[in-house]
Nanobody, 115 residues
Framework: QVQLVESGGGLVQTGGSLRLSCSASMSIFSFDAMAWYRQPPGNQRELVASISKGGRIDFLDSVKDRFTIYRDITKNTMYLRMNSLKPEDTAVYYC?????????WGQGTQVTVSS
């Protein structure tokens, strides 16, 4: 059973930074792709950033100049570095991994940006 565990969320002021981590229970190179999603209060879950097995990276337009997604295969961990945070970035952030037409999710980590 694949397990994904997020960490690194918290409360930060506008303009601050956070780094989220997603640790997997198996080699992340086994996944076809990994991604970060977020679900703001009262809204649907949305894709924030993704990284394919081959290293292709895509971002939500509103974060592409502020967020970075990367992975450390030796640690089986994916990261999301978030800079210049805004109140509208407030959400529960979820780690996602895709493998053999299946989706795996972490439990989520809360990010709150105060104005």
């Amino acid at each position: 059973q694949v397990q994904l565990v997020e960490s690194g969320g918290g409360l930060v002021q506008t303009g601050g930074s956070l780094r989220l981590s997603c640790s997997a229970s198996m080699s992340i190179f086994s996944f076809d792709a990994m991604a970060w999603y977020r679900q703001p209060p009262g809204n649907q879950r949305e894709l924030v950033a993704s990284i394919s097995k081959g290293g292709r990276i895509d971002f939500l337009d509103s974060v592409k100049d502020r967020f970075t997604i990367y992975r450390d295969i030796t640690k089986n961990t994916m990261y999301l570095r978030m800079n210049s945070l805004k109140p509208e970035d407030t959400a529960v952030y979820y780690c996602n991994a895709k493998a053999v037409a299946r989706d795996y999710w972490g439990q989520g980590t809360q990010v709150t940006v105060s104005s």
